[in-house]
């Protein structure tokens, strides 16, 4: 299991920024798939961005050309950068890792324990 521990949630108007941070323990952090999830209220959980171990990025339509997904394998941690923020962002950020195993088994693999963004009109 990957212990996961997210920060950097908050509130913010319509047009700012925030980063989300993600750090991670317990496995070979450069071998895991690194993802961020989130979830509105009253809405599924839905994917973000991920980040491959070969450091290849994926972005949601949703988010694509304002959210940035990054990794830095020396400190075990995985970036969320959101600019352009819009009120429909608003949703507790989930990190998410998943070890090879876990994608070789198509398991959705360890979440932390989630942080809350705000983005007020």
């Known amino acids: 299991q990957v212990q996961l521990v997210e920060s950097g949630g908050g509130l913010v108007q319509a047009g700012g920024s925030l980063r989300l941070s993600c750090a991670a323990s317990g496995s070979i952090f450069s071998s895991n798939v690194m993802g961020w999830y989130r979830q509105a209220p009253g809405k599924q959980r839905e994917w973000v961005a991920h980040i491959t171990s070969g450091g290849n990025p994926n972005y949601a339509d949703s988010v694509k050309g304002r959210f940035t997904i990054s990794r830095d394998n020396a400190k075990n941690t995985v970036y969320l950068q959101m600019n352009s923020l819009e009120p429909e962002d608003t949703a507790v950020y989930y990190c998410?890792?998943?070890?090879?195993?876990?994608?070789?088994?198509?398991?959705?693999?360890?979440w932390g324990q989630g942080t809350q963004v705000t983005v007020s009109s």
């Open positions: 998410n890792a998943r070890r090879p195993v876990d994608v070789w088994t198509m398991m959705m693999g360890s």
